[in-house]
């Protein structure tokens, strides 16, 4: 959290606009921290998207768009996968924004198998609140022990390796 992956995938969706390219966003339903519709960074960069209930949605809504973007992939089903790799053999541009590890530091949902079959990874990294080094770990303040927990500067913290503990 708080690397910027939110703000590179809307910066990369505005490049394909200006290219004239036909692009659509999409993000899961159950993502409504800052909209209930639009992406929107921390820094309050915001991009109209289409929230969806299941990553299979994706496909009946992508039409004959050349870019899809999606925000928060660690919260799709398993689905996405097969998902973006159908888009992708299709000819699509398709550009994926989410958490690779969960507060634990373990990975999280689908997120390793978009890894593996992506042509391209770009890992953006936080400023550890510890120390201030890079930071790869999202830290939960919060008591909570669920895996999928909404929240924001008030319940996580970007940690680097040596100031993140090892949670069981």
């Known amino acids: 959290m708080f690397s910027g992956k939110t703000e590179e ?22 993502d409504t921290r800052y909209h209930d519709e639009d992406i929107v960074s921390h820094n309050q960069n915001t991009i109209r998207s289409t929230p969806v209930h299941s990553a299979v949605e994706i496909l009946l809504l992508a039409g004959d768009c050349d870019v899809i973007g999606l925000d928060e992939a660690q919260f ?34 689908p997120m390793p198998d ?40 008030d319940t996580y913290e970007a940690r680097c390796r040596a100031c993140f503990p090892l949670q069981s």
């Open 9 to 30: 995938l809307i910066r990369r969706l505005r490049r394909a606009k200006i290219a004239q390219l036909q692009v659509e966003i999409f993000k899961p339903a159950s």
């Open 76 to 109: 799709f089903d398993h689905s996405i996968v097969d998902v973006c790799n159908t888009l992708a053999n299709q000819g699509k541009r398709v550009i994926v924004a989410g958490l690779d590890m969960d507060f634990k530091g373990l990975p999280f949902g």
């Open 114 to 153: 978009l890894m593996a079959i992506a042509e391209y990874v770009t890992k953006v990294h936080a400023v550890c609140v510890s120390c201030g080094g890079v930071a790869q770990y999202s830290f939960r303040t919060a008591a909570n022990q669920d895996t999928v927990m909404l929240g924001e500067s």
